[in-house]
């Protein structure tokens, strides 16, 4: 088999070497009632040429040719090949967690420009290494903020995604911590008054995500004065993290959790992305995942290694902040590299075009009879809207014309049946975004 | 230090600094094509939350600049692509360059989890073949390739058995863990709100079976084991010790992650296994990547179906796949979309590559291990001497006389050429050296990292002070990790002089 | 060596031996799909032609040893990635990455030069972009893109001047070449079946335009020069060179290898030059790769036109690109096929991307090159002394005091991580350090090649063994280049040992 | 510009150093009435997703979706995603000639087994480091046939490539040196009778292709005896380089020019691919091109050097073997890593599954009514096929199949105007040959 460099002969040798007759005698201490009597039933084998053909032949029953208005969590930007070209050097790809610092120094130089710039970006004093994704990224805010106020009760903003407010949920079920949920106010943010009135000196957490579920922008300031007075701390949570190209930085949240998806990584049907956490200094030692660190050697050379892993499953199992071991390393790198090839600029622009599009879409939208935006308050690339029926008939008259239409809001929140989150990014052209508002123009003219 | 090695030699390499070092107003790497709709007043549309600025500090380099600091940086790790890589427990293996092509092409890389379900056939197929695959490699009769990771597999496992147990009445209060356990396996137990209780291993490194009776009470949810386990030896008692447990109502857990020992072998389903996670990123070749992204799928008898997460995948007359999100029973979602669909990908495209040949895969693992094994037995203090499957363990006790530990080795193979193998753990063998070759090793490979491992335990003999002080062939020396933990410094600050640069 | 270098530190890397020394019976790295024909009978099919032991002596590996051996063997080059490659006339810029993508797209790299015209008209329209803009850049009227490299290009155009000369009559005898000239310019010459006559340069390093007066007569076909030459000079007269030749009846083929001191500033077109080749590897950026493939277009002016190689692109009403193969007068095919066709995508890549700001690029180059010899100017003897273009050329005199000659410098270089400039000519400079940064220099990369020189030149002058003697940091020091030209091993040989493995 | 490092303010900085006021001021030597007044007329710039728009627009305008049993001197085989791996890894792709040789031991080691792997497969004692493509180096290789004789006629097979021949006349034309072509017998072998008869003492070299244009074997040893009584050399040049894997060696041929497209380049619309040319020891000092060859250092560690420069342009000027400086190294090193993958076995049966496809294709199109195979000597993986009508028409019907017909023979042939050059690798499979047979039958059926 092409990936065994051993020939018949080796095997032979080596097995004499070792003194078994043959390879079944290596496996001695598997009793032999419990030892596969037949081959396994597995396609394959597989040249390299089928593997590619089968994977072709998938991609080809997937939505190629399709234009997509989707986000909600995953995002559509622009990728610059040089990303690929450096994650995919076998340096990186095909390195370890780099625990043996004198020769993984590539990796944690890297490690440290990403908290770096998840830091600038975030308005945060430290952030880790990376967490599996936001859903995670933001729970184990939660858990952090837990035990940082050793208190049990949790409110979590019904803007928050969905999917991310069930992972928390999956988390808290059995730890006694409480979560409750704060409905949205009309202008789409969270209820201020419900926040209050349920705000106590038991509550560990607030949780909220700007800009939230809806496209709508949270205000982080005021929360955070808001829910500081009574000891909690504010976890907010990104999705869409171009947008803090033009957003102000939740600078004053005690913790962000975001998904850094957005950054150079491909929507691939839901993974692998990267989450992040970022926090204040002084909340360090609750700190979930890994931190490389700077430092030097014995000759004053400047050198990068793993720090604090007394936070950590692998030094301290059972009191760990966290059970994370292997976390998204490569999708942190490329998420290093396409922000230091963005740049300050670059990033500015692209949350800029973003910006442009999703009004002159909105704008698209609102021409057409019956279509209005469900809520006022700022938003960055992706609104909701508001049809005049049902958005699963619309969407799926959209897709004959080759669209993908919005994300359907009524399953996750019926009282928005009629709702729908478009989103809209640099990746979108102008005739696309017309030729949509046009199809949706004559989907609603059909009789249902 | 111009020592000559068989395997290694120093060559010139590049210095770097950081990139925000090499940040210079008005330089660009990236541009966007041209806006073509109304430029929108970003003052005007967001108010007060407009940040006009750009982010404070972001570099601002030119691409070549980018390209050549990436590039320098990862002159500076070591990579299976450059080598042996032993790291016990970590499986790291040949990472074929196909899985990555496939994992990149339009219509996979592209597709989002949003999609319409008949828009997304293919990818719904490939999480159907894979789920198929797993399933027959471990016996199982049902799974959940939702987990991020190994860690999220076991606490996804540890769920279900709680949600399992609940149903029955009684969630119970522990699990038990020998003590040879990864690390994530308490702190796993502990987010899943059991406490641990870590159970000694006997003489051989084996679990105490008639202990095991003992400790197996109304209050135990489960026990957690390895198999083979982190020492590197197969538990031949393991249907009885499900046994011992099912008894008690209590569920038995096996941690996959050295799955790279049975594959093709024997099966985990076939000895009274109730649930196991694998980890994809190491049995099933998918890359490191300097330390993730993986997958941890958890496979699961037929009693802890009703409680897998979702949304199930289920398939419809004619073939047609879809997702089931209707399940009350469901312990609920442990990481939003598809999981780490990516690495699924990877890992079904290995598996295609062996088909039922993955079997040989296995043998060569086991056989590079013992294969070692055979050869430094007596050079090392070998502690457990069962026979070792994937992986051997052996101590430094012989080097601890020389005052040489199994770190100042490790550090010490870097100069021969070698990644260290594993030192952290298993925790009951004091100064452990934990050293799993897989099957991607040559002979060849083998025989060089047997010759380092007998010079530096030669070495260790006549010149400890070269192997303490080691490594003597690398761009940066040991580094002063206790002021790295003393004084964090885990970000780069302007400097006040370049600080126009940072704003 | 242990020194510590600003740019530079020794890091381990692997050693590596030939991959045939790895070869054993029977391990494989490739396979192919099943058979899906009926298998042929060889020995019957092919009689006495068949080969059944298949090619004695070829390696058996497999896929992961294949690519360690080239992964290892490639961390022993330097490379533009890696940092500046300063080699004069060369040109070592960035070779964009977004260049390679496209080369290799479906549609693309998949394409048979004799598939029907209908189905090639996104090639055919690439190679008439390209054309476009490289006749825009030069100021030329025609311009053909089958040369696969300079040299050849510069066949091209002697065998286009030697056919327009035979129409007039007279092919004529001789081919001037300045003594500053590329070794391909009489290499070239000759090949064509031309006499070379080397011209002396005059004192500042230009023509000598008397001279010329008296050089060019009735057998004289053509001028060859550089411009800028390789000294990194413009030929300001160039126009009335060409005047001189154009009374006589002869021609003024330029090597417009160093077009990138040009390139939107002025165009040779304009100033009198009759035919030109480009080194697309050098001036518009696609990679050298270890010595090729290349692009060798040449541009040139009307009346050359009817002689150009075969087939002629031309453009049908309604932008329909098609072939012309009916050309009497043509020089024939230099090259089969379409030329180096994924280079010319390549460079149409690199022009897309600048645009007319093509220019800046090139006031970049000129700026490092000319900033370089600010700084150096004095260290260096600078021999001649008109301004620098894209490249600066000193000499070693100052340094030859102390035994120390260019070729030690240059190999000092390497300690202090960089490559090191050309020394092999121009041959009027003896001595010569022949300096070209290209505009993808950084200034901080600049300033590390300067520091870098004085450095050397100050150990030339206080410690010139250590310059003599290096490199001190490779993993292999100075090679003995006698003994291999004089006992030329040319290829690997089974040792009787292992022939076995080799039959 | 991204390409460019240098922000404005550096620009001045640097412009300050060398006392210049502007950018135009470092062009003073260049006379003002030839400075360019205004900016070139070119298209961009674009930004990296536009030139990958612009060239998948270009993709899309060719021959994406058709099957074609083209080959005539450029092949479909299958590639390894390895092969583009390792000579995408900056350290190969952006490194130069390897004239130094201690920084560029990765390119020299490599050129060195290239050299060998040539060797190996065309049975001759040394080969270079490569040349253009396989019409450049059966030029070269005859030139130099001219040199090591110095004869001045050659006699070429009008079986060689076509284009390969005007390749040679272009270069022959004002040397004086004489081409005269000798035609093929019946069985598409080169016509030995007409052969013996014009070889005299003046003839430096013989020059046939094998497999030839038609797709026949050459009797390469018959031949070597024939021309070398008359002290003539035999050249023999191959572009299907696969075929060397079922093939006996070339080895009584003086001179092997070869086309290396075969191992693992891309059609590429025509190239880059890569020429080769080996030969006896005896004749190294006339060979052209570069030769990388073994040694040591001080220290006795073994390296590899560029060796006997002494024939090339850039030490010889005017009195070397050729003029070529620039070759195709990196085709040359994707050769080397595509021949390391097959290696001996995969070369073997690559080979293998070639010859039963052409003959199953073969067999297939002989059942169809007036199609008749037209020589009858051994082939490989072409074939001649003789039409009842013009294959222009037949392949014109074809492309509405989506299929690109065989190679018209006619335009270079005239006297086999109904004949068709047919191709069949291993990349074709049997339906693809089934539905080619089936459309061709359909196709002479139809009325003219
Ligand atoms: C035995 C064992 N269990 C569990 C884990 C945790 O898996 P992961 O790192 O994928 O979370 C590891 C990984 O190192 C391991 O070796
Ligand atoms: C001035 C000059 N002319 C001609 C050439 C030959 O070009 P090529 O190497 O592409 O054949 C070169 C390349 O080094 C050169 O520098």
């Given amino acids: 088999m092409r990936y065994l460099p051993k020939s018949p002969a080796e095997r032979e040798e080596m097995l004499a070497v070792v003194g078994a007759k043959n390879a079944a005698d290596l496996f001695s201490s598997v009793p032999e009632k419990y030892r596969l009597k037949k081959a396994l039933n597995l396609p394959g084998p597989l040249s390299e040429a089928e593997i590619i053909q089968y994977f072709k032949a998938r991609a080809a029953e997937n939505s190629l040719g399709y234009t997509s208005f989707l986000g909600a969590g995953v995002y559509n930007h622009l990728r610059s090949v040089i990303t690929d070209t450096i994650i995919q050097r076998g340096e990186f790809l095909t390195s370890y967690t780099p625990y043996q610092a004198e020769i993984t120094q590539g990796t944690l130089q890297a490690i440290f420009e990403f908290q770096t710039l998840m830091c600038q970006l975030t308005g945060q004093e430290v952030a880790n290494a990376s967490m599996y994704d936001g859903s995670t990224a933001a729970t184990e805010a939660v858990l952090m903020a837990e035990r940082l106020t050793s208190r049990r009760r949790v409110l979590v903003a019904r803007s928050v995604h969905p999917e991310y407010r069930s992972v928390l949920k999956t988390y808290a079920k059995n730890s006694g911590l409480l979560v409750e949920e704060i409905a949205a106010q009309p202008d789409g943010t969270i209820d201020s008054k419900a926040l209050q009135a349920t705000l106590k000196d038991d509550v560990a957490a607030v949780l909220v995500q700007s800009p939230n579920f809806f496209g709508v922008i949270e205000p982080v300031a005021q929360l955070a004065d808001a829910v500081h007075k009574s000891g909690t701390l504010l976890v907010v949570s990104t999705t869409e993290a171009v947008s803090l190209g033009a957003l102000k930085p939740p600078a004053e949240a005690d913790i962000v959790a975001m998904e850094g998806q957005s950054f150079g990584l491909a929507p691939s049907y839901g993974g692998p992305y990267v989450g992040v956490i970022a926090s204040r200094e002084k909340f360090l030692r609750q700190m979930p995942g890994r931190l490389a660190g700077q430092t030097t050697d014995s000759s004053g050379r400047r050198g990068f290694v793993l720090t604090l892993a007394t936070r950590e499953q692998h030094i301290r199992r059972e009191k760990a902040t966290s059970n994370i071991c292997t976390n998204q390393a490569l999708c942190a790198l490329a998420a290093t590299v396409h922000l230091c090839l963005l740049g300050k600029e670059g990033l500015r622009e692209m949350a800029h075009q973003n910006l442009s599009k999703a009004r002159f879409a909105l704008a698209e939208l609102e021409k057409i009879p019956g279509v209005r935006r469900s809520f006022d308050a700022p938003f960055f690339n992706e609104f909701t809207i508001e049809l005049p029926r049902s958005v699963k008939l619309v969407n799926a008259q959209l897709l004959r014309d080759k669209i993908v239409g919005p994300f359907v809001l009524g399953t996750a929140y019926p009282e928005l049946t009629k709702h729908a989150l478009v989103c809209v990014t640099e990746t979108i052209n102008r005739a696309e975004i017309e030729r949509f508002a046009g199809c949706l123009r004559v989907a609603l003219e059909q009789p249902i | ?503």
């Fill in chain 2, 1 to 503: 230090m111009t020592e000559d090695f068989k395997k290694a030699s120093r060559n010139v390499s590049q210095n770097e600094g950081l990139i925000f070092e090499k940040s210079s107003p008005g330089k660009r790497a990236f541009e966007l094509p041209p806006l073509d709709v109304p430029d929108a007043d970003a003052a005007k549309a967001l108010g007060g939350y407009f940040r006009d600025e750009g982010v404070t500090g972001f570099p601002e380099v030119s691409e070549i600049e980018v390209l050549r600091h990436f590039t320098r940086l990862s002159t500076w790790n070591y990579a299976i692509d450059l080598g042996m890589y032993p790291l016990g427990s970590c499986t790291m293996k040949y990472n074929p360059r196909v899985n990555e092509f496939v994992a990149r092409l339009d219509g996979i890389a592209t597709e989002h989890p949003y999609q319409p379900q008949e828009l997304s056939q293919g990818c719904l197929k490939i999480i159907k073949l894979l789920e198929d695959c797993l399933l027959e490699i471990t016996g199982m009769d049902s799974i959940t390739l939702q987990p991020a990771a190994g860690a999220q597999g076991e606490l996804t496992g540890l769920l279900l058995i709680r949600a399992y147990l609940e149903k029955q009445g009684n969630p119970r209060k522990k699990v038990l863990i020998p003590d040879s356990a990864h690390g994530t396996n308490p702190a796993t137990a502990v987010i899943a709100c059991y406490q641990v209780e870590n159970i000694k291993s006997e003489s051989h490194g084996q679990i105490d079976v008639d202990k095991l009776r003992e400790l197996v009470t109304e209050d135990v949810a489960a026990l957690m084991i390895t198999n083979p386990s982190t020492l590197g030896i197969f538990e031949p008692r393991i249907a009885e010790i499900a046994d011992i447990l099912h008894r008690r109502g209590a569920l038995l857990y096996m941690d996959g992650a050295n799955m790279n020992a049975l594959t093709g072998i024997t099966r985990p389903g076939d000895m009274g296994v109730d649930v196991m996670h694998l980890n994809l990123h190491k049995t099933f070749s998918t890359p490191h990547g300097g330390g993730g992204p993986g997958a941890g799928p958890v496979a699961m008898k037929k009693i802890l179906e009703p409680f897998r997460p979702v949304p199930v995948l289920i398939e419809k007359e004619g073939g047609h796949l879809t997702r089931d999100f209707n399940r009350p029973e469901s312990i609920g979602r442990v990481k939003a979309f598809s999981g780490n669909f990516g690495v699924l990908v990877r890992a079904l495209a290995y598996i295609l590559a062996y088909g039922p040949g993955v079997r040989q895969a296995t043998e060569d693992a086991v056989l590079n291990a013992t294969y070692i094994r055979k050869k430094l037995e007596g050079v090392f203090d070998l502690p457990y001497s069962l026979p070792s499957m994937h992986e051997v363990v052996f101590s430094d006790a012989i080097q601890k006389k020389n005052g040489v530990n199994t770190m100042d080795i490790a550090k010490r193979l870097i100069d021969y050429g070698f990644h260290p193998y594993t030192t952290a753990f298993p925790l009951i063998v004091p100064g452990a050296l934990m050293i799993e070759p897989t099957e991607s090793e040559s002979r060849e490979e083998c025989d060089l990292f047997i010759d380092a491992m007998k010079s530096i335990a030669h070495e260790a003999a006549t010149n400890p002070q070269v192997v303490k002080t080691a490594p003597h062939s690398t761009r940066v020396g040991r580094l002063d990790e206790t002021t790295a933990a003393r004084k964090p410094i885990l970000r780069w600050k302007p400097t006040p002089s370049r600080s126009e640069a940072a704003d």
